[in-house]
């Protein structure tokens, strides 16, 4: 069940001019929370901004007897909310509920896991990369960007022992170009018999890419959507999406609580995209 805290902000470190991470003291949430899911979170304590905004739990964090501490959250600035939080000090308090929607399912984990993250869409994956590695999952994450000043968190994965490959648009890090290229690349190599999955989250038209990719390589694929959301509760109906039901029948459905995690054949993307 989500609750909702009065949260107070331990850290907000700053990465770059418009990104951060920020660290909330909110164990009530961090005990229940599960790879994928979100919190909504009020970005100010006045009624402008005055909806929520969606954010995947990106870390749990822990005292030093292993007990529940609080989540993080990684905010890019974009709008006036995103840019509170960036500017948001330690000590303030910030009304948090959580954790809500459908996460991913490490239950039955993949031989491999392949994670596939556009900028801030590497948010969920450091808790699915935790639930999967400690299943005896081999993990690899393909971080793409439009330049490498949007790369952020790397060593984080690497010290959980996730193998990583990098691409931006410029060629200013790792392989020039889409992500999509190395990864069409890397799973051509991979024999059909073995097991593998693929995990994906970032911009619409990347997963669709992704979705595109796994599918013509007969790879299963669960995208993380990134939907703006009011309320995070199902009762707004802001979020829905475009998809099929399992007899292949179009509707829309609500990606805060049906989703933000689902598997990518249910997606109709190119209405989604449009």
């Known amino acids: 069940m989500p609750v909702d805290v009065d949260a107070a902000v331990i850290s907000n470190t700053r990465l770059s001019d418009d990104y951060s991470v920020l660290a909330l003291a909110a164990p009530a949430i961090a005990t229940h929370a599960l ?6 979170l009020k970005t100010s304590r006045g009624r402008d901004p005055l909806l929520r ?10 005292h030093d007897d292993g007990s529940p501490r609080g989540v993080t959250v990684f905010n890019k600035r974009i709008g006036k909310g ?45 808790t699915l990369a935790e639930a999967l590695i400690a299943r005896g999952t081999a993990v690899t994450l393909f971080y793409g960007a439009r330049r490498a000043a949007d790369l952020h ?14 691409s931006t648009e410029d060629g200013s890090r790792g392989t020039p170009g889409l992500i999509t290229a190395p990864l069409s690349t890397a799973l051509s190599a991979i024999p059909a018999s073995q097991p593998l999955r693929l995990y994906v989250c ?14 013509s390589h007969g790879r299963p694929c669960d995208v993380s959507l990134e939907q703006v959301m009011g309320c995070g509760l199902g009762g707004c109906y802001s979020c829905v999406v475009p998809a099929r039901d399992a007899g292949g029948v179009p509707h829309h459905t609500r990606s ?7 598997d990518a054949t249910r997606i109709v993307w190119e209405a989604l995209v449009h």
């Open 82 to 126: 995103t840019s509170l939080l960036y500017d948001v000090e330690a000590g303030a308090r910030l009304e948090c509920l959580g954790p809500l929607g459908r996460p991913f399912d490490p239950v039955d984990p993949p031989v491999l896991a392949w994670m596939v993250a556009g900028g801030v869409g590497l948010a969920p994956f450091v």
């Open 153 to 166: 968190c790397a060593p984080i994965f690497e010290r959980l022992g996730v193998s990583i490959a990098v």
């Open 202 to 215: 970032g911009p619409t038209p990347m997963m669709r890419a992704v979705a595109g990719v796994a599918a």
């Open 35 to 40: 790879p994928g899911q979100f919190v909504m």
């Open 53 to 62: 905004r969606p954010f995947s739990i990106f870390q749990i964090l822990r």
């Open 256 to 262: 805060c609580i049906d989703g933000p995690v689902f």
